[in-house]
C-alpha cells in the first residue's frame, strides 16, 4: 500500500506502508543505532515522536519477550528504508510488521532515510505525518497539530509499585522509565519502589530510601516543574543519580537552564569523555534537550561529563551533596556497556552517605 511521509516544510517522501494502517503525526527525529530496534520502539523517551531508522535494514531478527523497554509503547510511527521481509533469530517471536500492528503503529518502508535524515539535520527536528494521500487537507491537518506539553504524565506510572529484592532501599522516580534501568538496579539486588512523576518529597522520605532514581523520559524538563520542588527536598537527605531528562530535571532544580537542541542525539554511538579521569565511554543516547553550559557556572554544579562530537553537556555533580546525573543511558540497552559502572558508583555513594549519617 502506498504511503507517504509529510514535512512541516513541504517535503514529501514516498514509500510502503507497513504496521497499523493508520493516519499518525508527531515530531519526526532519527537514529543512527545498527541494532536495538525493539528497545527504541518501545522506549517511552519517544512518546508522541515518529522514528526514522538510518540503518538500512530493520527487523531481520524480529521481536523477542526479553528485548521490551515498555509493554505499550506510545511513538507515534516508524520509518525505514527497508523493512525484512522474514526475521531470523532464535528468539524471533513476531515479526516488526505484526508487532506495529498489534502496538497500532504505523510504518512506512521504502524511504530514502538518507535524504530524510540529512534534511533533519540541517533544518532541525519538525512535525511530521504519515498520510496515503498527499494534499492540502493533509498539510493543513499537520500544520494545526499542536505538540503536547503533558508527554511525562502520559507514560509515567499512576501508581507506586515494588521490585523487591534484599539489598539497598531505592526509590524510583517514572518519567517515562525504561525496563533496563530496573535491570541494572536489580542485578545490584536493590529492593524498588517506582513512583509517578509528581510524587512529593515528603512521600519519598516517608519511605526512608537509600537512594533515589530520576529516570529518563520524554519531552520539555520545563514541562514537569513540579519535579523540581521534590529534588531540591530530597538532595543532601537521600544520595540522587539522574539519567536523561532525570540529569535535565537535576540541572533545572539547582539553578541550570535547558534548551532544545537542533536534532537531538539519538543512538549508541556516541563518545563521552568523563572530564577528571579522561576515560571515554561509547554511549546510548536518546534526547532533544541538553542543559546549558553558560548557565552551570552560576549553579552549584560540576560538569562531570562532556560528548566529543559537540562539546554537550553530560554530565553533573552536585558541589555540596551525593547527588550525579549524566545525560546518556548507561543502562545500555540498547547500546554499548561502557558506562555500566554509574550503577556501581551509585551504589557507593549509598554505601558512603549511610557511613557518614
Known sequence: MKRYLILADGSV???EG??????????VVFNTGMTGY????TD?????QIITFTYPLIGNYGINRDDYESIAPTCKGVVVHEVARRASNWRNQMSLDEFLQRKNIPGISGVDTRRLTKRLRTAGTMKASIVDTVDDHAFDQLNALVMPKNQVQQVSTTKPYPSPAT???????????KHSVLRELSKRQCNLTVLPYNTTAAEILDLAPDGVMLSNGPGDPKDVPEALDMIRGIQGKIPLFGICLGHQLFALANGADTY??????????HPVREIATGR??????????????????????????IEINDQ???GLRHRNYPAFSVQFHPDATPGPHDATHLFDEFMEMIDAFAKRA
Not at 539489598?167 to 522509565?177: A, E, K, P, R, Y
Open 18 to 27: 507497513f504496521g497499523a494502517p493508520l493516519t499518525t503525526a508527531g515530531e
Open 38 to 41: 525493539q528497545e527504541t520502539i
Open 13 to 15: 517522501f514516498a514509500g
Open 44 to 48: 517511552q523517551s519517544y512518546n508522541g
Open 280 to 305: 571515554i565511554d561509547f554511549t546510548s543516547q536518546n534526547h532533544g534537550y541538553a542543559v546549558d553550559p553558560a548557565s552551570v557556572e552560576q549553579a552549584d554544579l560540576l560538569v562531570t561529563h
Open 260 to 269: 532544545k537542541m537542533k536534532f537531538g542525539h539519538r543512538g549508541f554511538n
Open 167 to 177: 539489598g539497598h532501599n531505592v526509590v524510583v522516580i517514572d518519567f517515562g522509565l
Open 312 to 314: 554537550t553537556i553530560e
